[in-house]
T-cell receptor, first 113, second 114 residues
Framework: AQKITQTQPGMFVQEKEAVTLDCTYD???????LFWYKQPSSGEMIFLIY??????QNATEGRYSLNFQKARKSANLVISASQLGDSAMYFC??????????FGAGTRLTVKP | DGGITQSPKYLFRKEGQNVTLSCEQN?????MYWYRQDPGQGLRLIYY???????QKGDIAEGYSVSREKKESFPLTVTSAQKNPTAFYLC?????????????FGPGTRLTVL
């Protein structure tokens, strides 16, 4: 069963503006982790940010923040002050305890100058 | 420098041939994974291994085989039974078990069947 849903196949944002990439997940576990990865056209997967299910505060890493709404089972990625180099595929992923990681279908972000 | 290496970066194969993709890590991770990615799609799990000499099928294991004889190495063989093997293959590793450990990825191998 699909556990990670990314409903936006593609998104556009103007340079220097903020953008939110949506992610919802499904789990019955209490302990799990949520991750966002960036995949540029070169194909490498770059880890961006992590949110634990027990973390009370939203995770932040530089220009990346994770808007975690546990009751709604959503973990949206917010990129502030978009740069041209942010254009890439973005994947949301979840890892349950002692389990493998599951990925969403991804969102292609294009930053316009 | 710790990391994951995959070789080759590009691989061409004739239909009906088996081919083996290499994945090596020096991160001392117990768990290793193989994913397949088709153009514009997400990652699908082929096989994973939590410990040496043990591995489990993922969602799309048919037509693939793996071995885990050493902690550092997790090669993937794409057999002639795989009907549509042209894809981008990513290897990853992580610390075993805990949900807070991210996966580290190699640079990937692009396989094209001619």
């Amino acid at each position: 069963a699909q556990k990670i849903t990314q409903t936006q196949p593609g998104m556009f944002v103007q340079e220097k503006e903020a953008v939110t990439l949506d992610c919802t997940y499904d789990t019955s576990d209490q302990s799990y982790g949520l991750f966002w990865y960036k995949q540029p056209s070169s194909g490498e997967m770059i880890f961006l940010i992590y949110q634990g299910s027990y973390d009370e505060q939203n995770a932040t890493e530089g220009r990346y923040s994770l808007n975690f709404q546990k009751a709604r089972k959503s973990a949206n990625l917010v990129i502030s002050a978009s740069q041209l180099g942010d254009s890439a595929m973005y994947f949301c992923a979840m890892r349950e305890w002692n389990n493998d990681m599951r990925f969403g279908a991804g969102t292609r972000l294009t930053v316009k100058p | 420098d710790g990391g994951i290496t995959q070789s080759p970066k590009y691989l061409f194969r004739k239909e009906g041939q088996n081919v083996t993709l290499s994945c090596e890590q020096n991160l001392n991770h117990d768990a290793m994974y193989w994913y397949r990615q088709d153009p514009g799609q997400g990652l699908r799990l082929i096989y994973y291994s939590q410990i040496v000499n043990d591995f489990q099928k993922g969602d799309i294991a048919e037509g693939y085989s793996v071995s885990r004889e050493k902690k550092e190495s997790f090669p993937l063989t794409v057999t002639s039974a795989q009907k549509n093997p042209t894809a981008f293959y990513l290897c990853a590793s992580s610390i075993r078990g805990a949900s807070y450990n991210e996966q580290f990825f190699g640079p990937g191998t692009r396989l094209t069947v001619l």
